[in-house]
């Protein structure tokens, strides 16, 4: 399955599916209702794009939404699309602004480089 482009409130529920899931979509509305406002017919609509999406599946009864994709796999197109679009598609480059710009710990650094020499070692 290809990996479709998600809008922000389409991952916000997505995040609650992956979180929670499989879950009704009362659920979900009730959860939105109280963590960020929207009213029940914002959260059913956004549901109903990710079901013509194919990224949730609708199970009966109830209204059961579960998701079809990991979110391992949003995260992955997401980087890849961020990567490409503004950086020319360069790791280098997306790596070199994220170190400039952020300040790690020490332990966060040792991660880093376990993950480097991993990944050198496939």
Not at 12 to 20: G, S, Y
Not at 48 to 65: A, G, H, M, Q
Not at 84 to 101: D, M, P, R, T, V
């Amino acid at each position: 399955m290809d990996i479709v482009k998600l809008f922000d409130s389409e991952l916000k529920v997505m995040e609650i599916i992956w979180e929670r899931g499989p879950i009704s979509a009362k659920e979900i509305s009730l959860i939105l209702g109280e963590t960020i406002g929207w009213n029940k017919n914002t959260t059913y609509t956004i549901i109903k794009k990710l079901i013509e999406k194919e990224v949730v599946l609708r199970e009966e009864p109830n209204f059961i939404c579960v998701a079809k994709l990991k979110k391992e796999q949003v995260q992955s197109a997401e980087t890849k699309s961020l990567i490409e679009k503004l950086y020319q598609g360069s790791k280098k480059a997306f790596f070199a602004a994220f170190l400039q710009n952020e300040k790690l710990s020490k332990e966060e650094l040792e991660e880093l480089k376990k993950l480097i020499d991993q990944h050198e070692q496939k």
